[in-house]
């Protein structure tokens, strides 16, 4: 059935990126098999039939999404947007069917009666459409083209759904994964204030400076609402990507995974942006996934296969071919043949075809444009995701360790009363704005990398782990890394 | 560490012991014997009772031509101020303080002065009466001694008295670095009526070895980390050993940057000189406490009683080890449930000093409180009855009625009836 051969067309892509759907579905439609080779090739979990992470839970418990492939699943299940771009397909598939038909013959009859007459002259007649009969092959090419466009706009619809569905999914991650982290913060504000009550209560600090200490952990604790906020604000984006109601109860990661967890590791980065034939080959398997350049491709097509039926129409918007008899009042009977065509004086078709030579080649530039435009932001992106990688591997291997040894050396100063109390939990915070600026990077680089997947049709994870054998395999391992996150402290209690 | 053979042999007028170039055993030669400090009692060789230097020693010389000549080596010093804190220090011959010249008035001395170091030195004579161009001022009085070059001074000791050496020669860091030491000249005509039994030469200095660190920061001038005697911090200052009777002179320089209240218990000494040299009888004078200047010395003698006597700066702060200066005052504070919060957030916390400071160190002692690398804790030390919470500027002048050599003779043991003791009641009738 072309609808549901289309949609899995559409589902399948954005389905390699989660790496979980099953040979069951590459195997419909005889017209993916290269895609089907493609992707299996590319992405091995293809063949793990593993579609159903997000099953529909039971009415009593909380979904669960694990990782962004499982939103992008439930979201292929669920979303309106989703379904409305699937069915905008099924529109596209009954067009081009029709546009493939031959047009019905066309059939008249007539009955005239001469005035005092008692007797009937009759006409029949049966016309059917030559030009229609002659250019069917290519009309029928011309609609293939045509519905071949709509596949790959709507397929360009599906990707960016599914790309949004990703990054919010990773806003949503990052967005519980701050607020935990200003509620760390705003605990140890909140300790250094109580601290400092304690003391002043014992007539130990003057009221300006516990007042000091109570406004720090004041604007901690909103800066740790708004991060709450922006949490539950996350959430419902990601609830209404996904289709769900807003009460549904969901349940995602408190964490963001970890870089290493990224098939995009920094050496391959590094390499592809320094060697320009692998961007070169980046570059190729990205415009030839994109479904903007798709759609223009096929668009340039189905305008070259529409210049071809314009030629062979001669300019003439139909000729009719048609059988004719008629019965005379005196019943005599009279047959013959009927052609029916335009004469070719004023119009005969040539600004139609200049018409259609000016949009291929509008398209062409907009092709090459497109293309120039995907060079440089695929550069960009790159380039950023290095940087990002680069940032967030300083600040997990060497700033954090560094902060939670500090935070550990003053530890060891407090014990010595060589500094204070204030000072240790100031220390301990200096180390969570550490840890909290690690956060912000993690989601930089996650939503860049979401968007450049949804950017590379989801072919720049695979195609650039291939440059670093060392890499984890392509996916989007929703493992959350403690790494960051965990501290070293010494034990002075026996 | 010197023993009374090479004590009496490098003090001894006329006998040529040691030889000139004898060196320090090596560059970084460690001071951190923390040992009792020699007795020496005057001998009938001697007009004098020569000077002990407490965990440090006296420099030998030799005698050429009716000349004392003495050898001082400017060096970088491996120094150990106690048990857990090392230095880089500068200092002479393996030492700081360097080892303290000795000699009578009307001496002639020629020092030699190596320079190992990797800048220009001097050594100025503080308090001496001498030539101008012997005064050692870089700059003024000589071109300094350049790194590698061996200079002389020599000069006709005309006065007696307690008194230091020191550079002028980037001096706040040289002595900021430990370079210094004390220059002792007995008086040619012995105060018979008041003979010294013995003789303690002690210097004073502070330093800014910040926690964690190796070398002194020469840049602080007021928030020292560490206040020594002789280099060494309490416990690890040797103490002075007397026996009951004994008349004892205790002589205090300070090269410091503030001065320091020494209060001694037990006794009332007497202040009977100072870098001016001994004072005329009539000038001395009954103190318990003596404030030495910074850049000053000072002679107090007593006549030992039998105990375990401290002697200290008075000048709480310079009786401890290194501890923050801008704490919050926690005193009173019952942290209660706020300490477990913070302790969940930071492992290892814990509220110090609701009730006083004193808990500090019971937790040091039960190993449970680790400090920063080469620090000190702010108090230590254990006496016979429990912990003394002392550091710094403290040590103890032991006196027994019977030594048994430089042996630490251990604790005192009050006689019955003599020592502070519980009661379970106090009587209603005593005002208060």
Not at chain 2, 117 to 131: D, M, S
Not at chain 2, 356 to 375: C, K, L, V, W, Y
């Amino acid at each position: 059935m072309p609808f549901k051969a289309l949609a899995l067309f559409l589902v399948l892509p954005a389905l390699v990126s989660c790496g979980t759907t099953g040979t069951n579905l590459l195997s419909q439609d005889s017209q993916f098999d290269d895609m089907r080779q493609t992707l299996q090739q590319w992405s091995p979990a293809l063949n793990s039939n593993n579609l159903e992470p997000a099953a529909q839970p039971p009415d009593d418990a909380s979904l669960r999404l694990h990782n962004p492939a499982q939103a992008q699943a439930l979201a292929l299940r669920q979303s309106p947007a989703i379904r409305s771009i699937l069915a905008s397909q099924g529109i596209a598939d009954a067009d081009y069917r029709q546009a493939t038909l031959i047009q019905n013959p066309g059939f008249s009859a007539s009955a005239l009666r001469a005035e005092g007459s008692d007797s009937w002259k009759t006409e029949f007649s049966l016309t059917l459409g030559i030009l229609d009969w002659l250019t069917l092959p290519m009309r029928r090419q011309l609609a293939g083209a045509e519905h071949a466009q709509a596949r790959s706009r709507a397929f360009q619809l599906l990707t960016d759904e599914l790309g949004e569905v990703r990054s919010v999914y990773f806003a949503a991650v990052a967005a519980r994964h701050i607020s935990q982290q200003h509620q760390q913060t705003a605990e140890a504000a909140r300790l250094n204030a109580e601290l400092a009550a304690r003391l002043s209560e014992a007539g130990n600090l003057s009221e300006l400076e516990r007042l000091h200490y109570e406004d720090v952990s004041a604007r901690q604790r909103q800066a740790w609402q708004q991060a709450q906020a922006e949490a539950d604000a996350s959430m419902a984006a990601l609830k209404r990507g996904l289709g769900l109601d807003i009460a549904a109860p969901l349940e995602i990661p408190d964490q963001l995974p970890d870089i290493a967890d990224s098939a995009l590791s920094a050496g391959a980065l590094r390499t592809l942006l320094q060697d320009s034939e692998q961007f070169a080959m980046l570059l190729t398997r990205t415009t030839s996934q994109r479904p903007d350049v798709r759609f223009l491709r096929d668009n340039r097509s189905a305008l070259e296969r529409q210049l071809q039926l314009q030629r062979k129409q001669l300019g003439m918007s139909d000729i009719g071919v048609g059988l004719i008899t008629e019965r005379e009042p005196d019943g005599s009977r009279a047959s013959g043949f009927e052609l029916d065509l335009s004469l070719l004086v004023f119009d005969r078709g040539q600004h139609q075809r200049a018409s259609t030579r000016a949009h291929q080649a509008q398209l062409s530039a907009d092709e090459a444009a497109l293309e120039l435009a995907i060079t440089y932001q695929l550069q960009t992106s790159l380039n950023n995701l290095l940087s990002l990688t680069e940032q967030a591997t300083q600040l997990r291997d060497e700033d954090i360790p560094r902060q939670q040894r500090m935070l550990a050396l003053t530890l060891q100063e407090y014990n010595f009363m060589l500094t204070g109390p204030f000072e240790l939990i100031e220390a301990k915070q200096q180390e969570l704005d550490t840890v909290l600026r690690y956060i912000n990077t993690l989601e930089s680089y996650w939503l860049e990398h979401a968007w450049l997947m949804q950017y590379t049709a989801n072919t720049a994870d695979i195609f650039i782990a291939s440059l670093d054998s060392s890499a984890p395999p392509p996916g989007p391992a929703m493992n959350p890394t403690p790494r960051a996150a965990d501290t070293h402290q010494e034990h002075h209690h026996d | 560490m010197i023993n009374r053979r090479q004590l009496l042999l490098g003090s001894a007028a006329g006998l040529v012991s040691a030889r000139l170039g004898s060196q320090s055993a090596s560059a970084q030669a460690s001071t951190s014997q923390a040992t009792q400090a020699p007795a020496a009692a005057a001998t009938n060789d001697l007009p004098y009772t020569p000077v002990v230097t407490p965990n440090g020693r006296t420099l030998p010389y030799r005698m050429r031509d009716g000349v004392k000549e003495f050898h001082l080596i400017a060096e970088e010093v491996d120094h150990e101020f106690a048990e857990g804190t090392r230095i880089k220090a500068w200092g002479y011959n393996g030492t700081t303080p360097g080892p303290t010249l000795e000699a009578v008035e009307g001496d002639r001395v020629r020092i030699y002065v190596t320079n190992r170091l990797q800048e220009p030195t001097t050594v100025h004579w503080h308090g001496l009466i001498l030539p101008f161009g012997m005064d050692g001022v870089a700059g003024l009085t000589q071109r300094a001694i350049p790194p590698g070059e061996s200079w002389v001074y020599e000069f006709t000791l005309n006065q007696h008295g307690t008194h230091m050496y020191h550079p002028h020669s980037d001096e706040m860091l040289q002595m900021a670095m430990g370079m210094m030491g004390m220059f002792i000249i007995h008086p040619r005509q012995q105060d018979s009526s008041h003979r010294i039994d013995r003789d303690f030469a002690l210097l004073l200095h502070n330093w800014a070895i910040h926690p964690g660190t190796y070398r002194p920061d020469p840049s602080v001038m007021t928030d020292f980390d560490l206040w020594t005697i002789n280099s060494k911090v309490f416990p690890a200052i040797a103490p002075l050993l007397a026996q009951t009777g004994e008349r004892v002179r205790v002589r205090i320089g300070n090269l410091s940057m503030m001065n320091h209240p020494m209060h001694m218990h037990g006794v009332q000494f007497d202040v009977t000189g100072s870098d001016g040299g001994r004072w005329p009888q009539a000038q001395w004078r009954k103190e318990v406490t003596e404030i030495i200047g910074v850049g000053q010395t000072r002679d107090l003698e007593f006549t030992a009683i039998a105990g375990d006597w401290p002697l200290h700066c008075h000048m709480s702060h310079h009786t401890m080890n290194a501890m923050g200066h801008e704490l919050p005052v926690t005193t009173g504070v019952n942290q209660g449930e706020l300490e477990r919060q913070i302790r969940q957030m930071i492992p290892g916390y814990m509220a110090m000093g609701e009730h006083g400071m004193s808990e500090h160190q019971a937790h040091i002692d039960a190993g449970h409180m680790r400090g920063p690398e080469n620090t000190l804790p702010m108090m230590g030390g254990q006496g016979a009855f429990g912990p003394m919470e002392m550091g710094g500027m403290f040590t103890l002048i032991k006196v027994r009625d019977q030594l048994d050599g430089n042996n630490d003779p251990g604790w005192f043991e009050p006689p019955q009836g003599t020592q502070a003791y519980r009661v379970n009641s106090v009587p209603e009738d005593v005002p208060v």
